[in-house]
């Protein structure tokens, strides 16, 4: 497992911000394609972005894509796109075709179907299904991550880039990026921070009985590359942890 452990978040915000930055920048492509999550420690990095390389950064070269969001207006505080929006878009200069929001205010199912056409439009195409150049993921307390859910364990495989959900908790209804799209992407980071997640981190990363229940368990890029950055909260069960902290 190739994974990262920081004592805090906000060390560890402060670390993978530079280390985006780098990246990007490294990519000779005129244009990059982003898909990124919701969530507090992503909201802490799209600050530091915002603070730190409002004016490095190569904005008119990044394409913003969404993981999932929440069938919500982009008013509503639950809306990953009007959050980002807040903590990121307002704060630096970046033009409107760039952003490529999930309109949650849209019938579902029609939404879904509208933004897997805008990514088929604007993401390059590897292995038959769209390859994101870099998609940050977030992980909940019960293994799931972009919007799929253990109930919804079919949307690992679908063959379908962008489904349409419910989170199985509220019953609020998602759309969602698939597994096969996740893992057909260049470089997949998954941020996870928390006391709380430490259970899972440790049942996925020792392969203990059950495992597999969780959707985070399933994301293995292709070709791509996975890196786990992990605060000491969210490592706590990891007893090999010492050679990977920093």
């Known amino acids: 497992m190739n994974y990262r452990i920081y004592k805090t978040k906000e060390e560890l915000v402060k670390s993978l911000a530079e280390e985006l930055y780098q990246f990007i920048n490294g990519l000779k492509k005129d244009k990059i394609t982003l898909a990124i999550s919701g969530g507090t420690t992503p909201y802490i990095l799209f600050e530091q972005w915002a603070k730190y ?18 069938c919500v207006p982009p008013t509503s505080d ?5 959050n980002t929006k807040k903590t990121l878009f307002d704060k630096i200069s970046i033009s ?11 019938p579902p199912k029609l ?12 993401v390059e195409a590897a292995n038959g299904r769209p390859r994101f150049d870099i998609i940050l993921l977030g992980m909940g307390d019960d293994g799931h991550t972009a919007s799929i859910f253990p109930p919804h364990m079919e949307l690992l495989t679908s ?13 609020q209804n998602r759309i969602t990026l698939t597994g096969p799209v996740i893992n057909n992407a260049a470089q997949v980071y998954f941020l996870v921070t928390g006391k709380s997640k430490a259970p899972v981190i440790s049942a996925i990363f020792k392969k203990e009985k059950g495992f597999e229940l969780f959707p985070a368990a399933h994301i293995k890029p292709m070709d791509g590359k996975l890196i786990w950055v992990l605060d000491e909260e969210a490592a706590d069960g990891l007893q090999d942890s010492e050679q990977n902290k920093i």
């Open 53 to 70: 390389y409002s004016e490095k950064l190569p904005w008119n070269k990044l394409h913003f894509f969404w993981v999932d969001e929440r």
């Open 78 to 82: 639950e809306s990953n796109y009007g």
């Open 96 to 106: 409107n075709p760039n952003i490529h929001r999930i309109m949650g205010e849209n």
């Open 111 to 122: 939404e879904a179907r509208r933004y897997t056409e805008e990514i088929a439009a604007t």
């Open 159 to 171: 063959a379908k880039a962008v489904e349409t959900t419910q989170n199985p908790y509220n019953l």
